[in-house]
């Protein structure tokens, strides 16, 4: 299969696919080692270490195609014919088209709280390019087919390191605890570049952090970026009291997630260099680098108490009570990342940075009973 189904803007009702899939086309490769290491210090005590480093290779990307490099362009390529010979366009062929202008990070709100990392940073003036229509013209058309294929000239290093300490359950204590630390880092060619502008998630710097979550754009987790914690750790235990008491603590904390603003910049087909189906041309251009502003970092403690109550024979209920999130903290987990809203010439919309999505649920209390028999 040479193609993969789309929709052609300039043919709607087509059945016919717009775009291709390379004919040297291979599954993204992962190589990852893992070393790991404990030793026991006493019979109930042990400490450990694991290291990791991972490398992600051959991803995939659809790059316009060049269709000068389609002898008859595309409509005349023949099926099963390998598309060894067809080339992308160019990043030359991007014209820098505007930057957007220096501003400092502010809140969506006037009058509220603020609680938005890097309020008053002034943001770097960050070019933006687009396809300049006089040159792309004869390269592509309102189609703007692509070609699904590996990525030349970008990888991906993960190197963490994580020591641990268990205390098994002796001498009415037990423990378990870890930490770890993580690095997870780009490597961007030349040659990995089709559009020069560096939108959001820095996708043309090379070394800069990976981001990666549950969403990167919109929906309910857009602005959750996990794997951007360098560090983490957890430590929880337990000590059995006399009587058949029993109190137990958990402890989890984290570096806060990655915050990367961004500008959006809508460049009409009116404006010099515009698009060439008058269609909108929407860019989301990083600001700063992706990792240079966070959310706050988390500590989030948890108690229980409980007891054991023996009514008999093999039936005993065991009734507790625990608080969750003892401290109380109520740190935001996501914040709207949208500075502005540029229409070229047409004029601006208002940031709606620093809306809060979503903080740490409140302190809850919780009473339970379990019954064994």
């Known amino acids: 299969m040479l193609f993969a189904g789309n929709i052609d803007p300039a043919n709607p009702t087509s059945t016919a696919p717009t775009d291709f899939i390379s004919t040297d086309l291979e599954a993204p490769i992962v190589d990852e080692y893992l070393l790991g290491y ?3 210090i006493a019979r109930d005590f042990t400490l450990g270490v694991n290291a990791t480093v991972r490398e992600r290779d051959q991803e995939l990307w659809a790059p316009w195609i060049d269709y000068t490099t389609i002898s008859g362009g595309p409509s005349a390529f023949v099926h099963g014919t390998s598309t060894s ?3 992308i366009i160019p990043s030359s062929a991007y014209t820098a088209l505007g930057s957007m202008a220096t501003g400092t990070v502010g809140c969506f709100s006037s009058t509220g709280p603020c609680n938005l990392d890097g309020v008053g940073f002034s943001s770097s003036t960050q070019t933006y390019y687009i396809g300049d229509a006089a040159i792309m ?3 592509t058309d309102a189609a703007r087919r692509s070609i699904l294929q590996n990525r030349p000239g970008y990888s991906e290093d993960f190197e963490s390191v994580e020591l641990t300490a268990t205390k098994r359950l002796s001498n009415r204590w037990m423990l378990r605890a870890f930490v770890s630390f993580q690095d997870w880092t780009k490597n961007i060619a030349a040659n990995a570049i089709q559009n020069p502008t560096n939108n959001v998630g ?3 710097l090379d070394g800069s952090d990976v981001i990666a979550g549950g969403a990167t754009s919109s929906g309910a987790f857009g602005d959750v970026f996990i794997g ?3 560090w983490q750790y957890n430590i929880n235990g337990m000590y059995e009291l006399p009587k058949n008491f029993r109190i137990s603590a958990n402890l989890n904390g984290r570096e806060g997630y990655a915050l990367p603003y961004f500008g959006r910049v809508d460049q009409r087909a009116s404006t010099v260099g515009g698009p060439l189906d008058g269609l909108l041309s929407r860019q989301n251009i990083q600001i700063g680098s992706v990792t ?3 959310t706050d970092d988390i500590m989030v403690l948890d108690l229980g108490v409980s007891y054991l ?3 008999g024979g093999d039936t005993t209920v065991d009734l507790g009570i625990d608080i969750f999130n003892v401290l109380d903290d109520d ?3 996501q914040l709207e990342r949208r500075m502005a809203t540029t229409y070229g010439a047409s004029g601006t919309s208002g940031p709606s940075a620093g809306r809060i999505d979503e903080a740490l649920s409140p302190q809850v209390f919780r009473l339970s009973a379990k019954v064994t028999f």
């Open 38 to 40: 404990e030793i026991e």
């Open 85 to 87: 010979g067809i080339g």
């Open 137 to 139: 013209g004869g390269l």
């Open 202 to 204: 820095d996708t043309t």
């Open 228 to 230: 951007t914690s360098s």
């Open 292 to 294: 240079q502003f966070r």
């Open 309 to 311: 109550l023996q009514l």
């Open 331 to 333: 740190t935001i987990l």
